[in-house]
C-alpha cells in the first residue's frame, strides 16, 4: 500500500520512544513521564462504575451530553470570568487539538508556537498543511509582545498558547498576558489557549488568555492533569459558535463522541477539590528545583509539574543519553523545540524517585 504525503510530516514522539525505552530497563529512575502520581480520585472512579453498571455504555450526543456541557460551561465562567458562545466535549486536550486545527488552519496559513512547546502542536500544524513559526522564548521562556510582533506577518492564522507551559512550567501573569493579548487583538489573530495545567499554578494566581481575549481565543481543556485522568481521554473546547460547530461536524466523522462513561465520571471531577494534589506539587517542585539550582542553569519552574534545566557541555541528546545509560529516564529538549540545549524533568513522580534522579543528574553535571 503507498502511504499519504501527509504522514512524512510527523515524526515518532521522543517522548513516546523513552516510554518504550522504560519498559526495557529494570527499575528506571523514571522523571519522563507527564501524567499525575496520584491516582483518581475514588468519587470519580465510582462514578465511571456506576455509569457502566448503569447501562450508561452507548454513543452520546457528537458534542456531548448536556449536563457535562453545562457544568464545563459553568467550571469556565467561574474560573475565567468568560461564557463562551459555546462548549464540546472532546477525546482529551489532543482531540480539542487536532479537531481545532482541523477546522481553522489551511494549506499556506502560518501559525505561531512559542518555543519550547508541547510537542504535538509542530506535527499537527504541519498534518493540517500549515507552517509552524517558531517564537524563542528562551532563556526564562516567557513570550513578550515584542517577539510575538516580529512573528506575525500577513499569512499568520493564529497563535498557540500554553501557561502553564510543558516542558517548562513557566506561567505568565495577568499583566503579562495582557501585553501578548493586546499585540494579537492589535493584528487581528486568535488565539489557541491550551490551559490543561490551569489547576497547577504555584506561584500566584492563574490567568487565563480567555479573560483577556474573550472575543479571540479557542479555549482548551480537559481533565487528564488535575484528576489524573489521562487514559480516560476527556477534554474540552469553548469559543464561538461558528468555529465550534464546525469541530463538532468533524468530531462525527473522527472521534464520534469522547466515552460515555467517562462522561459521566466528569460530572464527578469537577465537584471534587483538587487543592491538596496542588500543595503537593508545589512540595515537589521546591524540592526537585533546591535540588538542582547549585548544579545547573534552570528557571524555577511556577505551574505544571515540569522543570527544564540547561543541560551542562551545551548538547541536551548528549548528557539525557548519559544519564540513560545511568539509568535515569529524562526528555532532551529537542522534542519540544528547535533547540538542543534543555532537557525536561517531570516531578510527577514519588519523593525517592526525586531524589535518586537528582542525585544522578547532579553527579552527571559535576563530571
Avoid at 526495557?24 to 480520585?41: A, M, R, T, Y
Avoid at 456531548?64 to 477525546?91: C, D, F, N, Y
Avoid at 480537559?222 to 465550534?244: C, E, N, Q, Y
Wanted: contains cysteine.
Amino acid at each position: 500500500m503507498r502511504l499519504a504525503g501527509r504522514t512524512a510530516k510527523i515524526e515518532s514522539s521522543g517522548i513516546r520512544k523513552v516510554f518504550d525505552l522504560a519498559s526495557k530497563l529494570e527499575n528506571p529512575i523514571n522523571l519522563s513521564i507527564g501524567q499525575p502520581d496520584f491516582d483518581v480520585p475514588e468519587p470519580v472512579k465510582n462514578a465511571a462504575i456506576s455509569a457502566i453498571r448503569a447501562g450508561q455504555n452507548k454513543y452520546t450526543l457528537t458534542q456531548g451530553v448536556p449536563e457535562l456541557r453545562e457544568k464545563v460551561r459553568a467550571h469556565i465562567s467561574r474560573t475565567r470570568g468568560w461564557e463562551p458562545q459555546e462548549v464540546m466535549i472532546t477525546s482529551g486536550v489532543s482531540g480539542a487539538i487536532l479537531l481545532s486545527l482541523l477546522v481553522t488552519v489551511e494549506e499556506g496559513d502560518e501559525v505561531i508556537i512559542p518555543d519550547p512547546y508541547f510537542v504535538m502542536y509542530k506535527h499537527l500544524v504541519n498534518l493540517c498543511g500549515g507552517t509552524p513559526v517558531f517564537v524563542d522564548t528562551y532563556p526564562d521562556f516567557k513570550l513578550t509582545p515584542d517577539k510575538l510582533e516580529a512573528a506575525i506577518t500577513p499569512r499568520t492564522k493564529l497563535a498557540f498558547l500554553n501557561w502553564p507551559n510543558n516542558p517548562t512550567g513557566a506561567v505568565m501573569a495577568r499583566d503579562e498576558i495582557d501585553g501578548v493579548v493586546e499585540t494579537l487583538r492589535k493584528h487581528g489573530v486568535p488565539a489557541l489557549s491550551d490551559e490543561i495545567y490551569d489547576s497547577f499554578v504555584f506561584d500566584g494566581e492563574f490567568a487565563s488568555v480567555a479573560s483577556a481575549y474573550p472575543e479571540g481565543t479557542l479555549l482548551l481543556g480537559g481533565f487528564s492533569k488535575t484528576w489524573a485522568m489521562t487514559g480516560w481521554r476527556l477534554g474540552f473546547a469553548a469559543g464561538a459558535a461558528d468555529v465550534l460547530s464546525e469541530m463538532i461536524k468533524i468530531q462525527q466523522f473522527s472521534f464520534v463522541n469522547a466515552p460515555s462513561m467517562v462522561q459521566q465520571a466528569g460530572l464527578a471531577a469537577l465537584d471534587y477539590r483538587t487543592d491538596e494534589f496542588r500543595r503537593e506539587y508545589r512540595r515537589k517542585r521546591d524540592l526537585v528545583y533546591h535540588g538542582l539550582k547549585d548544579d545547573f542553569e534552570v528557571e524555577k519552574p511556577r505551574g505544571a509539574f515540569y522543570i527544564f534545566p540547561k543541560a551542562p557541555g551545551g548538547s541536551a541528546t548528549d548528557f539525557v543519553t548519559r544519564a540513560i545509560e545511568n539509568n535515569v529516564l529524562v526528555i532532551p529538549g529537542s522534542v519540544f523545540g528547535e533547540k538542543d540545549t534543555h532537557f525536561r524533568i517531570s516531578y510527577a513522580a514519588d519523593d525517592q524517585t526525586i531524589r535518586r534522579g537528582v542525585e544522578t543528574l547532579c553527579r552527571l553535571a559535576r563530571g
